[in-house]
């Protein structure tokens, strides 16, 4: 009979459906509240990463490829510096409030490229620099950085010499002795220097080139050398940030390039985060608001560099 039973094609398929029906009892009773659990570990860390948005506007500029891999470390206390975002890693990046000696991405530009050792700048900034430099060369033109990053507290240390009359301007003004108003000493000095934290340089994406005498580029070696540069600087990603004729920012610098690819979204972001009254922490930050620095300077560069 169970011989008969078990041979039987009918009973065979009522056993199969017995098995399937167990398993499916398995299932709910086993396996379904661990997948609930794991569903609500999601739905938390989802509410975490919700949470962490809303109480800090710059997470989701931290999360892009070109600043999250670069490690923030401010190097000193940004006294003074108390709004609300004023301590955020974006917000320091932006403004130049680490050390590019420890900032990740951040390499030592080779001594052959530039005037003297301890030069630093982003890795894919240099490299478009070094293909630039040896095809310049094969023309008979040779690069040579003068500056590349200089940090927020470097700024500091140069705009406040001239801002104090320490070190007088180009034209010879001795700020301090000669001009009394706050705002009008730093829009003297703006001509000659960046305030501190509104510079592109800290950005690591930034050089100047071989002279800081616009004069320098306009005969003989200097001239071919701008030419060079104007005809080919872009194949490479650079364009010239400070042109004449701009309505207002900094003056006009033939020496300064800078690199678009990294440098086109650091101005975004500094359009959608900096704000003047960020701009602070040096002698004379009172002003910045006044002059409106932001607008005026930081985005006040040419359209190539937009
Ligand atoms: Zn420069």
């Given at each position: 009979m169970a011989v008969y039973v078990f041979t039987n094609g009918l009973a065979k398929h009522f056993i199969i459906m017995i098995y399937k029906a167990l398993l499916i009892i398995f299932l709910s009773a086993v396996l379904l509240p661990a997948c609930n659990a794991n569903h609500k570990a999601d739905s938390s860390d989802n509410n975490q990463l919700a949470l962490a948005k809303s109480l800090s506007p710059q997470s989701e500029f931290l999360s892009k490829p070109h600043l999250s891999h670069v490690s923030l470390k401010p190097t000193e206390n940004a006294k003074g510096v108390s709004t609300r975002s004023s301590n955020s890693a974006a917000t320091n990046y932006l403004m130049?409030?680490?050390?590019?000696?420890?900032?990740?991405?951040?390499?030592?530009?080779?001594?052959?490229?530039?005037?003297?050792?301890?030069?630093?700048?982003?890795q894919e900034a240099l490299s478009a620099?070094?293909?630039?430099?040896?095809?310049?060369?094969?023309?008979?033109?040779?690069?040579?950085?003068?500056?590349?990053?200089?940090?927020?507290?470097?700024?500091?240390?140069?705009?406040?010499?001239?801002?104090?009359?320490?070190?007088?301007?180009?034209?010879?003004?001795?700020?301090?002795?000669?001009?009394?108003?706050?705002?009008?000493?730093?829009?003297?000095?703006?001509?000659?220097?960046?305030?501190?934290?509104?510079?592109?340089?800290?950005?690591?994406?930034?050089?100047?080139?071989?002279?800081?005498?616009?004069?320098?580029?306009?005969?003989?070696?200097?001239?071919?050398?701008?030419?060079?540069?104007?005809?080919?600087?872009?194949?490479?990603?650079?364009?010239?940030?400070y042109t004449a004729n701009r309505p207002y920012?900094?003056?006009?610098?033939?020496?300064?390039?800078?690199?678009?690819?990294?440098?086109?979204?650091?101005?975004?972001?500094?359009?959608?985060?900096?704000?003047?009254?960020?701009?602070?922490?040096f002698k004379g930050s009172s002003t910045a608001q006044q002059i409106g620095v932001v607008k005026h300077y930081i985005l006040g560069v040419s359209k190539q560099c937009k």
């Amino acid at each position: 009979m169970a011989v008969y039973v078990f041979t039987n094609g009918l009973a065979k398929h009522f056993i199969i459906m017995i098995y399937k029906a167990l398993l499916i009892i398995f299932l709910s009773a086993v396996l379904l509240p661990a997948c609930n659990a794991n569903h609500k570990a999601d739905s938390s860390d989802n509410n975490q990463l919700a949470l962490a948005k809303s109480l800090s506007p710059q997470s989701e500029f931290l999360s892009k490829p070109h600043l999250s891999h670069v490690s923030l470390k401010p190097t000193e206390n940004a006294k003074g510096v108390s709004t609300r975002s004023s301590n955020s890693a974006a917000t320091n990046y932006l403004m130049g409030k680490f050390d590019p000696k420890k900032a990740k991405l951040f390499v030592k530009i080779p001594q052959k490229y530039a005037d003297r050792k301890g030069l630093y700048l982003r890795q894919e900034a240099l490299s478009a620099f070094i293909r630039m430099s040896n095809d310049a060369k094969r023309d008979g033109i040779r690069l040579t950085i003068r500056s590349a990053t200089r940090n927020f507290y470097h700024q500091k240390r140069i705009w406040e010499r001239k801002w104090l009359g320490k070190r007088k301007l180009s034209d010879g003004t001795n700020v301090a002795r000669d001009i009394v108003k706050p705002v009008d000493k730093s829009l003297k000095v703006l001509q000659y220097s960046s305030m501190p934290g509104t510079s592109r340089h800290h950005w690591g994406t930034d050089i100047d080139l071989n002279s800081f005498n616009n004069h320098w580029f306009e005969t003989g070696k200097g001239l071919r050398l701008f030419n060079w540069l104007e005809a080919n600087a872009a194949k490479y990603g650079f364009c010239r940030p400070y042109t004449a004729n701009r309505p207002y920012g900094y003056l006009e610098e033939k020496w300064h390039w800078s690199y678009m690819p990294l440098a086109k979204p650091m101005i975004r972001e500094a359009q959608r985060y900096l704000r003047d009254d960020l701009i602070t922490g040096f002698k004379g930050s009172s002003t910045a608001q006044q002059i409106g620095v932001v607008k005026h300077y930081i985005l006040g560069v040419s359209k190539q560099c937009k």
